[in-house]
């Protein structure tokens, strides 16, 4: 769609109730495709169990509910399944679903945002996080459905980073053959290699593809972090130079420096022209205040110290205290920002004395400088000494000396961390404690140390007439400035991210397609887009990342830093951001994939596992996200905000367009500070791990009757601590809880380990998983099958001989990335031992023996998985059953 075509037009936005309508249609347009003998009706709702308490006269339990303390709401299930039921009739017959009515984006109904479950007989399959080591176990895992008939029976897959890229090359093969996971997978049944898995197999070192030579892998990521750090260096060194700029301005000579504050001196230069142009005089600023250091500042805090005093008496005075709350009042309000002003005023005095002190080091104010006129110039004078080093040995040596300095100094405090990490005594815990801190402040200081030093040294050249560069001389750095000013407009955030590296080797790993049996020509899916999957006969995919909101005042109340925010085939978004249709709406309203060109299955499962970034949801360190943006460390990608998108017409005035054209170039600044919310014209998404790592959150808030669920996370200590954190999140978000006997997993898994640590081990048929209930909120219960990474000793040979040479596994770092054929093929080997031992009876499982929903036997929990997934025979297979 053309721009002028889209002038004056908005996007529409939906509740995830309209989500649910369609991606039910889907389900039973799947469903109806699917072989004889896996066919199954449209989706239907799950009925409560007769344990369950019973609701006279409801027909939708969840919403009735929703009167009491909770005050929560689902959708009206009858009403959203005879939507469904429409919008599937409209699919099989090719035309688009027509969903009513859009959401008002200024004023989103709060009881539809984040509606309750609407408990329904789909299933759905999660594969979790962990990079290039969970998706060759989920790898392993799917070529043991699809050997055992099981692999066609899902309706969803949903799928987090690592998980993610294993799933994307599932469901975008499968929807480029057109035949259902039931007939066909791309991977085959695990017995020998399809050429898909070979494929994979040949890219599992997918960051530094085999297919080169080390030299060109290296001189290309070299030339990529190279291309970051030069563009990050644009609009840095652009702020640098104005500040120095501003500064020289104020002080226009080293004498300058030491008469006055910060802002009397700059408000003193700017009304001198005011006095030229209209000749009259204007009191100085700094005759006010007083020619001393830090003068404003002191009136400043006079200023500060009456107002609190103030507030003092009218909270003593005052019978109504709550007008002088120290919760949310207006005294409370204005103490707080003349606080935030006192400190910006403070580092500002600090400024000319920290540039005369420099300059007295770098010999600029002469040979015989003047002794330091205070305390905290003299300090300041100590400190630069090494300044010294910049004209005595040259920049580039002398920055040299300062990293290794600071490498060495981190690498103490790591081998520290590393020794006291499992510390028992308090000597120990206090060293570990200091190694944290020490590594953390070296990490998180050593880059806005540098930029302020940066800063001083320009300030100090432009005051002085930057005489070292003699062919521009002092128009240099204005002339820089406006160069540098042009380049930040220019420049597109996602554009040199390290998301675009990232994504490229992903899809050249994962998204390919080979179009006949026998045929090795290879076709590359880089451009397919995510609305394609749409009539792809797999399960329909959801892929999860987190929507970053730092700094939203409402979302981010509890701590997570983040969002859920998913792409599918029809709709991309969140609850926060409401839900965008993922192509051009049927009512002439352009999609996501149209507003974003960018926007496909490659991207989307590129920020699925965009796994380091200054901002990382509920794994933000915030004390190095000015470092880590900076330092162009950053995987996330920037995307338009379909709530922002839906307010205003893709064509408005020329105003709004420059307002979010300026806001858009900001975004270093605001990554750098946290500066993250649901409003702002662009969003910044990450790894969906970075608020759940399991993809199990979306297959809960969709009601699934069945989840199987695949955590291949590294977890060395056996934690379970994700699967804690889903339950945390449903229990709170939906008031679903997770019933689910998973200790004997970690206990078998310990000792296993131990024994091979000692060089004996008895092998142990399980347990690998474990089968629990989904208890939802209205009565009705659902059944979680939970695979977890483990050994316990009945594994193939050579997957216990990896693990004798490599004890972490099968959890080791997922840092690691550049997987060996032999490392690939362990975990893969061992995500099909699991799945398939399950399902042929040969290794024991964990069951729900106490508790509401549980079991009488463990035959009776494997019947109800097994009745959920109906095994179907393939075409192969048939032929070796007997009459």
């Known amino acids: 769609m053309s721009e002028s075509a889209r002038a004056g037009t908005r996007i529409g936005l939906r509740y995830f109730e309209d989500v649910l309508a369609v991606e039910f249609a889907r389900i039973a347009h799947r469903r109806a495709r699917r072989p004889e003998g896996l066919r199954r009706t449209p989706v239907s709702l799950s009925q409560p169990r007769e344990s369950a308490p019973v609701r006279e006269k409801s027909a939708a339990p969840a919403a009735e509910a929703a009167d009491g303390p909770n005050r929560r709401r689902a959708p009206d299930h009858k009403q959203l399944l005879a939507r469904a039921k429409v919008f599937a009739v409209a699919i099989r017959e090719g035309r688009k679903p027509a969903l009513g009515p859009h959401a008002d984006a200024g004023a989103p109904d709060e009881d539809k945002q984040r509606p309750l479950p609407v408990p329904c007989d789909a299933t759905g399959l999660s594969l979790s996080g962990g990079g290039i080591r969970s998706s060759a176990v989920g790898l392993g895992v799917l070529q043991a459905l699809y050997a055992r008939g099981r692999l066609g029976s899902f309706d969803y897959i949903s799928t987090v980073s690592g998980g993610g890229y294993i799933g994307a090359s599932l469901t975008g093969g499968l929807a480029k053959s057109g035949l259902p996971a039931a007939e066909e997978s791309p991977f085959g049944d695990g017995v020998a290699d399809s050429p898909a898995v070979a494929h994979l197999r040949d890219y599992s070192n997918y960051l530094f593809p085999r297919e080169r030579s080390a030299l060109r892998n290296w001189t290309d990521v070299v030339a990529i972090l190279l291309r970051g750090l030069v563009a990050n260096a644009v609009p840095v060194s652009a702020t640098l130079l104005l500040l120095a700029i501003v500064t020289a301005f104020a002080f226009p000579s080293f004498g300058d420096l030491l008469k006055g504050s910060y802002l009397p001196s700059l408000t003193d230069r700017l009304t001198s022209f005011v006095e030229r142009w209209f000749s009259f005089h ?35 005075a005052s019978v109504r205290s709550e007008s002088w709350s120290d919760a949310d009042s207006r005294a409370l309000q204005i103490s707080g920002a003349m606080v935030g002003v006192v400190a910006v005023s403070a580092f500002l005095d600090l400024q000319p004395i920290a540039i005369h002190a420099l300059a007295s080091v770098l010999g600029f104010l002469g040979a015989n400088p003047p002794p330091p006129q205070s305390i905290l110039e003299a300090a300041l004078v ?73 800063y001083l040294y320009l300030a100090v050249t432009i005051i002085e007439g930057w005489t070292w560069f003699p062919l521009l001389h002092a128009a240099a750095p204005y002339v820089v400035c406006v160069v540098l000013i042009i380049g930040v407009f220019r420049l597109n955030a996602n554009a040199y991210s390290l998301l675009r590296f990232y994504r490229d080797r992903l899809s050249r790993a994962f998204l390919f397609w080979f179009p006949t049996a026998g045929d090795h020509s290879i076709r590359y899916l880089d451009d397919q887009k995510l609305s394609e999957l749409k009539e792809g006969a797999g399960p329909y995919p959801v892929i999860n990342s987190a929507l970053n909101v730092e700094g939203s005042k409402m979302a981010n109340k509890r701590g997570r830093n983040a969002d859920f925010f998913t792409f599918t085939p029809d709709f991309v978004g969140s609850d926060l951001t409401l839900f965008a249709s993922t192509q051009d709406d049927g009512d002439g309203r352009p999609g996501m994939e149209t507003i974003e060109p960018a926007l496909n299955l490659a991207t989307a499962m590129a920020i699925s596992g965009a796994a380091v970034s200054a901002n990382m949801g509920s794994s933000t360190s915030r004390a190095l996200t000015p ?87 590294a977890d060395p200590d056996m934690s379970f601590r994700s699967l804690q954190i889903v339950e945390r999140y449903a229990r709170i978000d939906f008031g679903v809880r997770l019933n689910l006997p998973w200790e004997p997993i970690a206990s078998k898994t310990r000792a296993a380990d131990q024994a091979l640590e000692a060089g004996s081990i008895e092998p142990s048929a399980g347990p690998h998983c474990a089968i629990g209930r989904i208890l939802y909120a209205d009565g009705a219960q659902g ?14 040979d050579y997957i216990l001989d990896y693990k004798k040479r490599n004890p972490s596994f099968p959890h080791e770092t997922t840092t690691d990335q550049f997987f060996t054929e032999e490392q690939f093929e362990a975990y893969r080997a061992l995500g099909f031992h699991m799945v398939d031992h399950f399902f042929t009876g040969e290794d024991d499982f964990c069951w729900l023996k106490d508790g509401e929903g549980r079991f009488e036997m463990p035959a009776d929990a494997f019947a109800a998985i097994d009745a959920e997934l109906a095994a179907y025979l393939r075409p192969d297979q048939r032929a070796t059953v007997p009459p």
Request: overall charge positive.
């Open 282 to 316: 204007i009191i100085s600023a700094n005759a006010i205040v007083g020619h001393r250091q830090f003068a404003f500042t002191l009136v400043l805090l006079c200023l500060l110290a009456l107002v609190l005093v103030a507030w003092a008496l009218a909270r003593s």
């Open 382 to 454: 100590w400190a630069f000494r090494p300044f010294e080093m910049v004209k005595n040995l040259g920049g580039g040596v002398s920055f040299a000396a300062i990293a290794a300095a600071l490498s060495a100094a981190a690498h103490v405090f790591r081998t520290l961390l590393a020794e006291t990490q499992n510390a028992k005594t308090w000597t120990g815990a206090g060293a570990k404690v200091l190694a944290q801190t020490g590594l953390v402040v070296v990490a998180a200081m050593v880059v806005p140390l540098a930029l302020w030093g940066a």
């Open 627 to 713: 470092t880590l943006a900076l330092l162009n460390v950053r995987l996330g990608y920037w995307v338009r905000n379909p709530r922002d998108l839906a307010k205003s017409p893709l064509g408005a005035g020329l105003l709004k367009r420059a307002r979010q054209f300026i806001a858009s170039r900001l975004w270093l600044l605001v990554e750098a500070f946290g500066l993250l919310d649901e409003n702002s014209p662009h969003v910044y998404l990450t790894d969906g791990g970075h608020i759940e790592n399991l993809g199990i959150y979306e297959l809960i808030k969709r009601g699934c009757k069945l989840i199987v669920a695949v955590d291949a996370e």
């Open 783 to 796: 059944l979680l099958l939970y695979f977890k990474a483990s050994v316990t000793g009945d594994e193939k």
